[in-house]
């Protein structure tokens, strides 16, 4: 065990999530390189696709970002070619994002690459690991952390 893997390294939450974070942060976007994209970028275009023209505020929401952390993601993207931000017909002040048809076609090329990426995690960590690690993280990415807590008393 390295120093760096320590005990006392594994017991901070945060540290050990953004660890592995960083490490399959990296996976995915070795494994999409090739289509020029970064696993966040992906992400990206494959929630504006499933969320049908969503408006920035619902796609900031889906994705746990801030509305200007969205802005600074989204724009590659549209410098690129692959999305959109229109206005909304109904309600001039509101702004939905869309692909593009280029962005679509790039979706469908990071998607094999995703899926290949996919299919060797699970190898490596099992599909039932998988599927659990996933459901764990989704159920914290729920958890309401803005509710204020108390110092333990004494």
């Excluded at 494994?31 to 696993?39: E, H, S, V």
Aim: aromatic residues 6%; contains cysteine.
């Amino acid at each position: 065990m390295t120093e760096s893997h320590g005990p006392g390294f594994s017991l901070c939450n945060n540290a050990t999530l953004r660890r592995a974070g960083r490490s399959l942060g990296r996976f995915y976007d070795d494994m999409l390189a090739p289509t020029g994209l970064k696993g966040t970028q992906f992400g990206l275009l494959f929630q504006i696709d499933v969320s049908d023209e969503p408006t920035m505020g619902a796609l900031a929401e889906a994705l746990i970002m801030d509305l200007s952390a969205l802005g600074h993601t989204l724009k590659p993207l549209i410098r690129d070619g692959y999305v959109e931000i229109f206005t909304d017909r109904d309600d001039r002040r509101v702004r939905r994002v869309r692909l593009t048809p280029l962005g679509k076609v790039k979706l469908e090329e990071a998607i094999k690459l995703w899926s290949m990426a996919q299919q060797r995690f699970e190898a490596m960590v099992g599909k039932e690991r998988a599927a659990q690690l996933r459901a764990a993280l989704d159920e914290i990415a729920e958890l309401d952390f803005e509710t204020p807590t108390t110092a333990p008393s004494d």
